[in-house]
């Protein structure tokens, strides 16, 4: 079933203008009286405390490598995000099926910050209260409450399109929330999604985790597994304002014995269709301040991931300028891992928004535009080509195809031998691309 997030001609519920505040009223077609979801505005958000960055408990570094093909650069949206661990068939929820109850605010502090999500959350709501201290139950919370404060921010920006909220479910256990945007004043498309899923790993996703050194016990060939994540990819419509993707999650693998293996995943990136010196440092400092709460050797390690990582290959060239990226995180502690995890969530709205506001209204000419749907072209190559969790979901039978691709822009350009000339704006961003830079010392 679809919900969709839109503007009313009155009453109080939103009235967006760009840089305006307001809130967004969640409608459902079960009953006037049915469910209402607001975005948070100051309720509702997570608060960090810093992390005592240190070695692990096994004497090893934090940083492992461990799965980086099976959990990491997961550019397609919902389900992709974790279809490669899993062969399911997805399955849109109907409008019979079990729909949980975000029950009456009042009644308790997890019920008020359900009642700020854009749905209600996957897991029902008696499991979350029965588990509160449980890391399922945190981060299930914490990827809602940044899906509702990301979707808050854009809609600000925009001013004009809705919000399609469409929750599906998963035959072998959980679902996700996907919140699509498209057609916008400011934004083409703009996706943000959560997926809370559960059930046995395949025996292909247990072999590839063994093959990187994960020792797992199964019973009967059965490995219970958990995931969940926030993924996002917004495109603008102006070529001044920058392209953004951002992904956090969470991996459980509980072993015959009962023993549980966990770690996080993810990072943002920023993709600049021109260089604008002053967006790169305001971008890189703010993920850096982030980082810097945790540990000073974190940015430099993860920035260098992820200019590694978001490389096209056979261009010789990044997908943008550039962010954080890591993956496999499991030490020194569960909680301060997650704590960093945190902090990075709530660093997506203040490195990117303001970089939209700013050029959304920028002048731009034809051959700007062009440049940007070449540029797009690129985009789709390296989610297509190189993105692992993108092609190792469209190789999934039973995968949710349109969560998948929910990355892709509306529209994109190729031309043969197409060149920029030299000493070009066009040609600028193409040597940062090639050769990462340093944007914070």
């Known amino acids: 079933m679809a919900l969709h997030l839109s503007r009313t001609s009155a009453g109080p519920w939103w009235r967006a203008a760009r840089g305006g ?15 209402i979801c607001r975005l948070p505005g100051t309720h509702g958000t997570v608060q960090s405390r810093a992390l005592g960055h240190g070695p692990t408990a ?7 490598t461990g799965l980086a093909a099976a959990l990491s650069g997961v550019a397609g949206l919902g389900a992709a995000a974790f279809g490669h661990v899993q062969q399911a068939e997805m399955v849109p929820k109907s409008s019979g099926a079990r729909s949980p109850s975000l029950e009456k605010p009042e009644e308790d502090e997890l019920a008020r910050r359900c009642s700020g999500f854009m749905a209600a959350p996957v897991t029902d709501l008696r499991e979350l209260r029965r588990r509160p201290g449980d890391m399922k139950t945190k981060m299930e919370l914490l990827i809602l409450e940044t899906q509702a404060q ?12 809705s919000f399609s909220v469409d929750r599906w479910e998963r035959k072998e256990g959980g679902g996700g929330i996907s919140c699509i945007l498209q057609d916008g004043s400011v934004f ?14 395949s025996a292909e996703a247990a072999k590839q985790m063994r093959s990187r050194g994960r020792i797992l016990k199964s019973n009967d060939d059965k490995l219970p597994f958990t995931a969940m994540g926030v993924s996002s990819v917004i495109h603008p419509k102006n070529p001044h304002a920058p392209s953004f993707h951002f992904n956090y999650r969470y991996f459980e693998v509980e072993e015959a014995d009962g023993s549980k293996h966990w770690w996080f995943g993810g990072g943002c990136d920023l993709t600049p269709t021109y260089l604008n010196q002053e967006d790169a440092v305001h971008f890189h400092r703010t993920l850096k301040e982030a980082c810097d709460q945790h540990g000073p050797d974190l940015y430099p390690k993860f920035k260098k991931w992820c200019d590694d990582y978001f490389l096209i290959a056979h261009r010789g060239e990044r997908r943008g300028i550039g962010g954080i990226f890591f993956d496999d995180l499991d030490s020194p502690s569960q909680e301060e891992v997650f704590r960093f995890v945190q902090s990075c969530a709530q660093a997506v709205v203040p490195s990117y928004i303001p970089l939209v506001k700013k050029h959304c209204d920028d002048s731009f000419t034809p051959q700007e535009k062009l440049w940007q749907q070449l540029r797009r072209g690129r985009y789709v190559e390296f989610n ?6 993108t092609k190792f979901g469209l190789f999934t039978p039973g995968s949710r195809i349109e969560s998948i691709l929910m990355s ?34």
Do not use: F
């Not at 505040?21 to 469910?35: F, I, N, T, V």
């Open 58 to 64: 096994r004497g090893g570094p934090w940083l492992r």
């Open 150 to 161: 990301v979707c808050q921010a854009l809609a600000q920006v925009d001013g004009v399109a």
């Open 188 to 201: 083409e498309k703009a996706g943000v999604s959560i997926s809370v899923i559960h059930g046995n790993l």
């Open 21 to 35: 505040c307001g809130e967004l009223r969640a409608w459902s077609q079960r009953s006037a009286a049915g469910p």
């Open 384 to 389: 297509l080509v190189y993105d692992r969790g």
């Open 408 to 441: 892709l822009p509306l529209t994109a350009r190729w031309e043969y031998m197409h060149s920029p000339s030299e000493n070009s704006k066009e040609a600028e961003i193409l040597e940062v691309l090639r050769h990462p830079r340093d944007w914070v010392h």
